[in-house]
């Protein structure tokens, strides 16, 4: 339902946007809907980039032109999924942003290891729920353990300066 072939989300025209927001709103019911129509198309547009970012990690990324045609994901139309690989992620803005976007993350010294679970989830389980919120050192070492120790002498360090 939302359009691939248009780059910017501010290209989109409103008449999509409006069929786009009707969608939403014939799937769910709330007194207060409209109010919120902003907040939930910008959530769209996240997980709309988000979708095309996958797209272009698993179809095209490190691959050849040709090949990311021919390797076409299903449920996509074979002319929007031309328009995307050909007129998006092969120009040089997008191909720039994507090549320092990979540098910035190689140069990550201490990643979390939480997946998905949102750090106040972490701070609402650790005591958060009883109006007891950890302390930054439990919430560093809950988000970058793994098998329940810290992985890296550096991340260590860190931990022990935030215990002290």
Same mark, same amino acid.
């Given at each position: 339902?939302?359009?691939?072939?248009?780059?910017?989300?501010?290209?989109?025209?409103?008449?999509?946007?409006?069929?786009?927001?009707?969608?939403?709103?014939?799937?769910?019911?709330?007194?207060?809907?409209?109010?919120?129509?902003?907040?939930?198309?910008?959530?769209?547009?996240?997980?709309? &980039?988000?979708?095309?970012?996958?797209?272009? *990690?698993?179809?095209?990324?490190?691959?050849?032109?040709?090949?990311?045609?021919?390797?076409?994901?299903?449920?996509?139309?074979?002319?929007?999924?031309?328009?995307?690989?050909?007129?998006?992620?092969?120009?040089?803005?997008?191909?720039?942003?994507?090549?320092? &976007? *990979?540098?910035?993350?190689?140069?990550?010294?201490?990643?979390?290891?939480?997946?998905?679970?949102?750090?106040?989830?972490?701070?609402?389980?650790?005591?958060?729920?009883?109006? &007891?919120?950890? &302390?930054?050192?439990?919430?560093?070492?809950?988000?970058?353990?793994?098998?329940?120790?810290?992985?890296?002498?550096?991340?260590?360090?860190?931990?022990?300066?935030?215990?002290?």
């Amino acid at each position: 339902m939302c359009p691939l072939g248009v780059s910017p989300w501010n290209d989109i025209k409103e008449e999509k946007l409006n069929h786009m927001w009707l969608a939403v709103k014939d799937k769910f019911e709330s007194d207060y809907m409209d109010i919120h129509r902003d907040h939930i198309l910008r959530w769209m547009k996240e997980l709309r &980039n988000k979708w095309r970012g996958k797209l272009h *990690a698993k179809y095209v990324k490190g691959k050849p032109i040709e090949e990311a045609l021919k390797n076409m994901p299903k449920r996509v139309d074979k002319k929007k999924w031309g328009w995307l690989v050909k007129e998006h992620f092969s120009t040089e803005g997008f191909q720039g942003r994507s090549n320092r &976007n *990979a540098a910035n993350r190689a140069k990550l010294k201490m990643l979390h290891h939480i997946g998905s679970k949102a750090i106040r989830e972490i701070i609402y389980q650790k005591g958060g729920k009883e109006g &007891n919120p950890p &302390n930054l050192a439990t919430i560093f070492f809950e988000t970058r353990k793994k098998n329940n120790t810290l992985v890296d002498f550096e991340i260590n360090e860190k931990h022990a300066c935030l215990v002290n």
